[in-house]
């Protein structure tokens, strides 16, 4: 082989060997991503590959497509009212005459000089003392011995601690007999009154007293007034029981003309209006009125009881007719969201007023009968003050001793249905018991259906009243 053969044989074979290797190289440096090679065109164009660790360059950054995210903000809310609720209760109880007779004061007579009538109520107790605060109407004044009965009152200051320790808390002192022993007996009702600490209500003893008073009662605040009708024989003469008030003590007590009534009406916004400012939650009048033995209110005492009702009163409690008058509901002409309970007599809580005593005016024995009127007031806790709910006992005074004797003894029996033994209960004969039923029909006879009408629409009241305050 000659030389230049040789020659162009170890050309081909470096070429060869150069050409391997840069194919190698090549290869490697597709491999890792280092040149670009054509994509086949079987695959598409837009094929996605994974990223790398490493690239000879960088996507330049774009803008967020959200929000930057920022600390949370707190939103501040309105504080949540805390839940309604019923604060509390009060129950007063009133009661209705103690018409203190001359034989009332004998049986109280003690041996050694005193006078006790607490057994006279010994059965009553429990449901007088049950109550918040108690109320009856003292029909006699307090002025010393002589003792007197009818027609002009004066009783042992003994019926004052007697009455206390039943559970009595106040005693309502303007009604017919006020003024029976003058300006003498009006002045010592009330020294002996205040000297047993017994609340009092319808007199004062000075014009810087107002005639109205706020008692609190667990934390509601009712406001209490009490009047009396005047004797009309003479209008240009303030009287009671036929008896002329002097100019200085006829201001101190609460009187009402039937020949005035006006006045009485200006006179009685005047007293609300001041007592609603004084913080009354509620205002309840005490009233001696009507004509008495009769068993139905006349015309003037209605009229009366709507105008009291416009004016704002919430309850009503008559007394004077020694019998019991009906219970009814009111709605005021003025405002027609406020309603007033009045019960226009509540009878004789005590007396000598038996049938037999009173064969002409009243033979049928409704003077025996009361009854103790409880109402009772509830307070929530957003200020609401409503009447919740009303309730009564009825009540008869089982007189013993022969008739004409002028001996008697006295016990006034609580006629509550949920005994069911009241022979046993209250140690009656049999044939007392049988009376004493007949004095219960003879007083739901009267006041049954008002009294039912009343209890519906104050069941209705509380359940919307707490409906719209969110009590479940």
């Known amino acids: 082989m000659s030389s230049q053969r040789k020659t162009l044989i170890c050309l081909i074979v470096c070429f060869a060997v150069v050409l391997g290797i840069l194919i190698g190289v090549l290869s490697i440096m597709l491999d890792r991503g280092m040149l670009s090679a054509d994509t086949p065109t079987t695959q598409p164009t837009t094929m996605a590959t994974e990223p790398t660790t490493e690239s000879t360059t960088r996507p330049m950054p774009t803008e967020p ?125 009330q020294e002996v009154l205040k000297s047993f600490g017994m609340d009092y209500l319808g007199t004062v003893d000075s014009l810087e007293m107002p005639l109205w008073q706020i008692r609190e009662v667990n934390g509601i605040k009712i406001g209490m007034i009490c009047y009396t009708y005047e004797t009309d024989d003479d209008p240009e003469k303030k009287a009671l029981n036929g008896i002329p008030m002097n100019a200085e003590t006829a201001p101190l007590i609460g009187t009402f003309s039937y020949g005035q009534l006006e006045t009485f009406y200006t006179e009685m916004q005047q007293q609300i209006t001041a007592m609603e400012l004084a913080g009354a939650d509620a205002v309840v009048l005490y009233i001696h009125w009507g004509n008495e033995y009769q068993l139905k209110q006349n015309a003037t005492q209605s009229a009366m009881a709507q105008k009291l009702c416009d004016l704002g009163v919430d309850v009503i409690v008559g007394g004077h007719p020694h019998v019991i008058q009906p219970m009814e509901l009111l709605t005021s002409t003025v405002d027609e969201n406020h309603k007033t309970v009045c019960l226009y007599s509540t009878g004789n809580a005590i007396s000598n007023q038996n049938r037999l005593e009173l064969s002409k005016q009243c033979p049928t024995g409704h003077s025996e009968d009361g009854v103790v009127f409880s109402f009772t007031f509830a307070k929530y806790s957003d200020g609401t003050v409503i009447l919740e709910s009303v309730d009564l006992l009825p009540t008869w005074v089982y007189r013993t001793g022969a008739h004409g004797s002028h001996v008697y003894s006295y016990q006034v029996i609580p006629l509550d249905m949920q005994i069911t033994d009241w022979q046993t209960a209250f140690n009656l004969p049999a044939d007392v018991a049988a009376s004493a039923m007949e004095s219960y029909q003879r007083t739901m006879a009267i006041i049954g259906s008002g009294l039912e009408s009343v209890q519906n629409y104050l069941a209705q009241l509380v359940w919307e009243t707490e409906t719209n305050l969110g009590i479940a």
């Open 65 to 189: 497509t959200t929000e930057p995210t920022t600390e949370p903000t707190t939103v501040p809310t309105e504080p949540t009212e805390p839940p309604v609720y019923k604060e509390s209760t009060a129950t007063i109880a009133a009661t209705g005459d103690m018409l203190i007779h001359s034989y009332l004061y004998k049986d109280a007579l003690q041996p050694d000089g005193t006078y006790d009538f607490t057994d006279m109520f010994t059965y009553m107790a429990g449901y007088i003392q049950a109550a918040d605060y108690a109320v009856a109407n003292l029909e006699t004044t307090l002025s010393g011995a002589p003792y007197s009965g009818f027609p002009q009152f004066c009783c042992p200051d003994g019926i004052v601690p007697s009455l206390q320790s039943v559970g009595f808390d106040m005693l309502l002192t303007a009604n017919n007999h006020t003024y029976d022993k003058y300006s003498q007996g009006f002045y010592r009702t």
